[in-house]
C-alpha cells in the first residue's frame, strides 16, 4: 500500500482531549475551591461565643501599651495596674475555682467584704453599678461583667472599689477590681473615672473546644 493513500480519521483527536479538558476543569475547580477555603482562614476570624459562660477557656489579652502615668505589674493570677500618683489601681484576670463561693456577684463580694471587715475596716454594704464590659480579642462580641460597688475605710484612708466577678464554664472566676483611694474627707468614688482608659483597653481571648 502507497503510505501516500493512507488516511487518518481527523476525529480521534478531539475525542481524547474532551475527557482532558474536563479533568481540567476539574481541577481548577478543587485548585480554586481550596483556595478560598485557605483565604477563607486566614482573613476571616472565627466568632466568639455569645456569652463568655459558653467559652471553655477565656484569658485576658496582654495590654502592648499603657497610656502615660500608668504601670504595671503582675504576679501568677493577676495583672495589677497602677496610677503612678498611687491613687487608683486595676487589677484582673483569671482566678482559681476555690477563690469564691455562691454564683452571684453579690454571693462573691459578701465573702470579700466579710474578709476586710475581719481585718479591722468599717466595710460599706455592695451596690450594684453599671457592668463593666470587655471586648473580646476578635472584635466580634463585648460581655458584660456583673459588678458591685463597695467603700472602706480604717478612719483615715478611704477606698471606693468596684468588684467584676464572673463564674467561667470551667469554674474559674474572671475578676475586674477597679479601686481608688483618699485621705480625709475626700471621695474616692470621683476618681474612679481614671482607670477608665485601662479598662477600655482589656480584652478577652475566649476559646470553645471543638466537638
Known amino acids: 500500500m502507497n503510505p501516500q493513500n493512507v488516511t487518518y480519521s481527523q476525529q480521534q483527536g478531539p475525542r481524547l482531549k474532551k475527557p482532558i479538558k474536563i479533568a481540567l476543569v476539574a481541577m481548577l475547580i478543587i485548585v480554586a475551591l481550596v483556595g478560598a477555603a485557605t483565604l477563607a482562614s486566614l482573613f476571616i476570624k472565627p466568632k466568639s461565643p ?65 474578709e476586710l471587715r475581719s481585718d479591722g475596716w468599717d466595710v460599706s454594704d455592695g451596690i450594684d453599678v453599671d457592668p463593666v464590659s470587655v471586648a473580646s480579642t476578635n472584635g466580634d462580641k463585648t460581655y458584660k461583667i456583673p459588678t458591685q460597688q463597695a467603700t472602706y475605710t480604717d478612719g483615715s484612708l478611704t477606698h471606693t472599689a468596684n468588684y467584676s466577678i464572673q463564674k467561667l464554664k470551667n469554674k474559674k472566676f474572671l475578676t475586674i477590681s477597679e479601686t481608688c483611694s483618699a485621705l480625709g ?18 480584652q478577652v481571648d475566649v476559646k470553645v473546644t471543638s466537638k
Open 185 to 202: 474627707n475626700n471621695d474616692p468614688a470621683a476618681y474612679m473615672s481614671n482607670m477608665t482608659p485601662i479598662i477600655k483597653l482589656l
Open 50 to 114: 455569645e456569652k463568655i459562660t459558653d467559652a471553655d477557656t477565656v484569658s485576658f489579652a496582654s495590654i502592648a501599651n499603657l497610656p502615660s502615668g500608668f504601670k504595671q505589674t503582675t504576679n501568677k493570677s493577676l495583672t495589677i495596674i497602677n496610677k503612678q500618683d498611687n491613687t487608683c489601681l486595676v487589677s484582673y484576670g483569671i482566678l482559681p475555682s476555690t477563690q469564691y463561693r455562691g454564683s452571684s456577684i453579690s454571693e462573691y463580694l459578701a465573702q470579700i467584704t466579710t
